[in-house]
């Protein structure tokens, strides 16, 4: 079946570490997305990408960072930037306009 | 910037209620508004609306989207304890990136 697979999901860091998510489709969308929730927060963009080896900021970028070398694999790394990483992270893809996203269904990040 | 207000952003009710959720936006290109169901992880696809009037129907379910007045309602008839989910609202505002602006979402608890 094609969908969106996240890893893991569940993931403690300690204060300091970089951590990486990882989000793998097999649905052939060219365009893909990650997003952090918070409670009472809703759904903000963190970074997406169109095309392989290419990726754009969306408005919380400031300590993540991502890479998209294959088509199918967009992870996000978390670093030590970034101040409150405790959050439920959701990545997505899309075929194109006329279409909504597929979800993954998450990474919950605690940092302890 | 791009802005998807949702109210209320909690609502308790109890089964057999009808309940209706409210979206408004401020994009600069508005090309379609969607909404989706989150229960625990993962959201998942309501409806898409594109046209002002035309209502979209399924199951209990039903939206409609005015674009003079910039606000689309997501109405559940018959509530059920299993329609207790946070509800969001998203709006693409044009452009070639494919990504999704979201409001910060209605939570829904249908009470027995």
Known sequence: DGGIT?????????????????????LN??????????????????????????FQKGDIAEGYSVSREKKESFPLTVTSAQKNPTAFYLCASRPHEKSGYTFGSGTRLTVV | EDKVVQSPLSLVVHEGDTVTLNCSYEVTNFRSLLWYKQEKKAPTFLFMLTSSGIEKKSGRLSSILDKKELFSILNITATQTGDSAIYLCAVDSGGSNYKLTFGKGTLLTVNP
């Open chain 1, 6 to 26: 996240q890893s893991p999901k569940y993931l403690f860091r300690k204060e300091g570490q970089n951590v990486t998510l990882s989000c793998e489709q097999n």
């Open chain 1, 29 to 54: 969308h060219d365009a893909m997305y990650w997003y952090r929730q918070d409670p009472g927060q809703g759904l903000r963009l963190i970074y997406y990408s169109q095309i392989v080896n290419d």
